[in-house]
Nanobody, 119 residues
Framework: VQLQACGGGLVQAGESLRLSCAASGSIFSINTMGWYRQAPGKQRELVAHIIHDDSTAYADSVKGRFAIFRDNSKNVLYLQMNNLKPEDTAVYYC??????????????WGQGTQVTVSS
């Protein structure tokens, strides 16, 4: 099982980006999926997560600007980021709690994608 994240880039403040994260491999089911981010010199922080029933939760700093959603038919997670701010600059990591076809459950992480917002 692996997660592949993409969609980062360099944008100006106020612009938008959409990140995606595709899960592949021997997957039986996916429970929680989400995004963390880590800015230089700071700890990794939770941005948003979504569980299998599509319940979502967001960090206060991104509420109203970011939206997390998933396509369960394709095992893809998305993060729509609108009205980006310089403080959103970070490496964004996706994660997922996946039960593989041998029924073992584990946490998996994507490789990270850089988001840079200029003022």
């Amino acid at each position: 099982v692996q997660l592949q994240a993409c969609g980062g880039g360099l944008v100006q403040a106020g612009e938008s980006l959409r990140l995606s994260c595709a899960a592949s491999g021997s997957i039986f089911s996916i429970n929680t999926m989400g995004w963390y981010r880590q800015a230089p010199g700071k700890q990794r922080e939770l941005v948003a997560h979504i569980i299998h029933d599509d319940s979502t939760a967001y960090a206060d700093s991104v509420k109203g600007r970011f939206a997390i959603f998933r396509d369960n038919s394709k095992n893809v997670l998305y993060l729509q980021m609108n009205n980006l701010k310089p403080e959103d600059t970070a490496v964004y990591y996706c994660y997922a709690v996946i039960r593989s076809r041998d029924y073992k459950s584990a946490n998996y992480w994507g490789q990270g994608t850089q988001v840079t917002v200029s003022s």
